[in-house]
């Protein structure tokens, strides 16, 4: 056997284990993957390890996001695969060593509860569920880290209610693909021809192709500062079950910005929240929506997708950061989307005017104002949104 | 495959990129030369102006193939990708034939293949030996159904006209398909395409492409083009914009220069002509007041 030759001995079995860690890694690394990294192996050869490296990246990651991963556990590994093993054993989450009871939702608790507890309690009024964070102060409001509680029997049925009765008047566009259809400014060339050929070449009449309606992306922006919490957390939960049709992107800020687009994507509504818990570090630490915005540009502008994405900002305008980054942002954000929609809490109150530094930025660059203080008059919201977004 | 065979080894395949103007990291090289070998598309992806579509164009003169280009935009459908029948025609023979020819054989006859209208990806299918190189450009602007299709396109390289029956390719195309990353792709494209993240590239080969593509360029100016551009895109200017400019646009500045008689860098030519390296009125109001900075002999201690 010559030595460093790919088709045999421990070549294989090497790059065979190699793919297997990236797999654990969390690179996506199939097997007819690994078989293609040994064909390319052979085909590059062993002389040089650079190209060794090249040949196995090319064909294994196939994301910029891994890059780093691989070429950290490819030092690693070719030098010494026992140390990555254990290495990577380290990074395994370990399991306990008796599992845990299964918490129970709190939707489960509460209707459990329900059942037990004697006919004469009054059970509340569910239509009425409120949530005014300012009105009704609570013990967890001290909290620092993210506290969106599961969602109580009575509002899961009001999330629930909404989001299959308000329909969400998210705008459809005429887009640029194309279906056969009764009437469309174009002629369905293919098809008349296809007819008028069965009928001796007599063009008897012209079928037309129709513009295909399109959803426009969302972008979701939850402030997640103190006093927004409740609101946050149940409109996330709607949004949660009202765009589900719709391509969207949600993200969290308070002091800097939270990805909540893998959260969103579990399709329970408290998985979503509790997902979301984990992940937001800078909750109830005040906003600087501007830095948040310059986050969100820096590292996720593919997002806003060819000026089509409507931006829908929820925040009460209270902003601690520095009110020129916030405008230059805006702008920025603005003239990259189709519209922005500021939601705000705020507008409850009669008289409320955007006074505050942030508050009067976002009024002047925002399309419209709406109010969200009360979930349940969702539809005035719908018609609202409808009418702004009409263009 | 006559032309690729003469590549034995990455050198080789590197010197005749060279040859064309394409100066390349290894690790580039590396990936185009597994994806000849292994008959793989390969797909690149990388900021805007980092020479995506210049290797195909550079490839493509190496290999001696015609280089077939589908530009994608959004709404894109088969029929501007693929084929079309020329209805003008078809309509044109159907009224000659109308009063001699049952209808039956006007239909067989108006779908021959001299009434298909190939678009590229029929092209490169048709291309006689040694076959076409297949540029797929911007492939993230195309929207997922037509991803889906052209995943079962590169899988086969073949199609099935209705009409027709199925075309297989004559000679596997050498595909290389690019994105801006202004989406995320298809998992299943991936996996169907050898990857390779394109950055910007460091000093000496920028150092090389300026020469070679502005020969009229002095020595000493092409040098400071690309220390200048070289520091825009790292660290800490980099944050002051919003795009930092490509290497196209390097090249481009530097012919600019030369077309001014330009010997030296100093920072009024700069303004002058910095709408040339950032098209955006933000970034090029950034600029102004690092210029000073930027046009230092000795890099910035870190």
């Known amino acids: 056997m010559l030595l460093g030759d790919a088709r045999s001995g421990k070549l294989s079995d090497n790059i065979t284990g190699f793919g297997r860690m990236l797999r654990r890694a969390g690179l996506q690394v199939d097997a007819s993957r690994i078989s293609l990294a040994i064909e390319s192996a052979q085909c590059v050869g062993l002389s040089r390890k650079d190209d060794f490296a090249a040949a196995l990246q090319s064909v294994l990651v196939s994301r910029q996001q891994d890059l780093e991963v691989f070429q950290q556990l490819f030092a690693a590994y070719f030098k010494d695969p026992e140390l990555t093993k254990q290495l990577l054993m380290q990074m395994l989450p370990k399991a306990p060593a008796k599992a845990p009871a ?3 939702k709190a939707r489960v608790q509460e209707a459990l509860a329900a059942v037990s507890k004697s006919k004469e309690n009054k059970t509340p009024k569910e239509d009425e569920v409120k949530f005014d964070a300012a009105m009704s102060a609570s ?5 620092q880290h993210a506290d969106f509680q599961s969602l109580s029997a009575s509002e899961f049925k009001l999330v629930e209610h909404l989001a299959r009765n308000t329909a969400l008047p998210l705008p459809r566009i005429q887009g640029r693909r194309t279906r056969s259809g009764a009437r469309g400014q174009r002629i369905d060339w293919p098809r008349t021809l296809r007819m008028a050929s069965r009928h001796g070449g007599e063009v008897l009449n012209l079928l037309r192709l129709q513009r295909r309606p399109q959803a426009l992306p969302l972008l979701i922006l939850v402030d997640i500062s103190g006093s927004m919490e409740r609101y946050a957390r149940l409109l996330l939960a709607f949004l949660h079950q009202a765009t589900r049709q719709t391509p969207r992107r949600v993200y969290a800020f308070g002091t800097g910005l939270t990805d909540l687009n893998a959260a969103f994507k579990l399709r329970d509504s408290d998985l979503m ?19 948040s915005l310059a986050q969100l540009r820096q590292s996720h502008s593919r997002d806003l997708i060819g000026r089509r994405t409507v931006v829908l900002l929820i925040s009460d305008g209270l902003d601690t950061g520095d009110a020129q980054e916030l405008e230059s942002e805006l702008i920025w954000l603005k003239r990259h989307s189709r519209s922005l929609l500021w939601l705000n809490p705020l ?5 409320y005017a955007p006074l505050a530094t942030g508050a009067s930025v976002l009024h002047r660059h925002a399309k419209g104002m709406l109010a969200i203080h009360n979930l349940s008059r969702l539809e005035d919201l719908a018609q609202a949104m409808a009418k702004l977004l009409k263009t | 495959m006559t032309a690729t065979d003469s590549f034995n080894s990455i050198n080789d395949l590197a010197q005749a990129l060279e040859g064309v103007g394409y100066f390349a990291e290894r690790r580039l090289i590396t ?13 690149l992806e990388g900021e805007p102006g980092v020479g995506k579509t210049e290797l195909a164009k550079a490839l493509a003169k190496v290999l001696g193939r015609p280089l077939i280009r589908l530009q994608c935009y959004d709404g894109m459908e088969q029929r501007e990708a693929l084929y079309e029948w020329n209805h003008a025609a078809q309509l044109l023979h159907m009224r000659a034939a109308q009063h001699n020819a049952s209808a039956h054989d006007v239909e067989r006859e108006v779908y021959q293949e001299r009434y298909l209208v190939r678009r590229p990806l029929l092209q490169a299918l048709q291309t006689p030996a040694p076959g076409a190189l297949l540029l797929i450009d911007e492939v993230d602007r195309a929207d997922e159904p037509f991803e889906a299709f052209l995943l079962e396109y590169l899988g086969e390289y073949q199609v099935s006209i209705p009409e027709l029956g199925t075309l297989k390719a004559q000679a596997t195309p050498v595909t290389i398909l690019t994105s801006n990353r202004t989406r995320e792709l298809n998992d299943a494209v991936k996996r169907r395409c050898l990857y390779q993240w394109m950055d910007y590239p460091d000093r000496e080969r920028e150092l090389a492409v300026v020469r070679s593509q502005v020969p009229g360029a002095s020595a000493h100016l092409t040098e400071q083009v690309a220390q200048f551009v070289g520091r825009l895109r790292s660290q800490p200017f980099v944050n002051a914009f919003q795009r930092a400019p490509g290497i196209a646009e390097s090249v481009e500045w530097a012919k600019a220069l030369v077309a001014l008689d330009t010997l030296t860098l100093d920072s009024e030519v700069v303004q002058d002509t910095v709408g040339i390296l950032f098209k955006q009125r933000e970034d090029v109001a950034a600029l102004g007041p690092l210029i000073d900075e930027l046009l230092l002999p000795q890099a910035p201690q870190i």
Request: a positive charge; aromatic letters at 8%.
């Open chain 2, 31 to 43: 990936a185009v030369f597994l994806s000849l070998r292994l008959e793989r598309p390969l797909l």
């Open chain 1, 347 to 351: 507008l409850r109150f009669e008289g």
């Open chain 1, 102 to 104: 299964v918490p129970r």
């Open chain 1, 139 to 143: 013990q967890r409001q001290s909290l």
């Open chain 1, 273 to 291: 929240l509790q997902a979301a818990n984990q992940q937001i570090a800078d909750f109830a630490g005040g906003t600087r929506l501007g830095y």
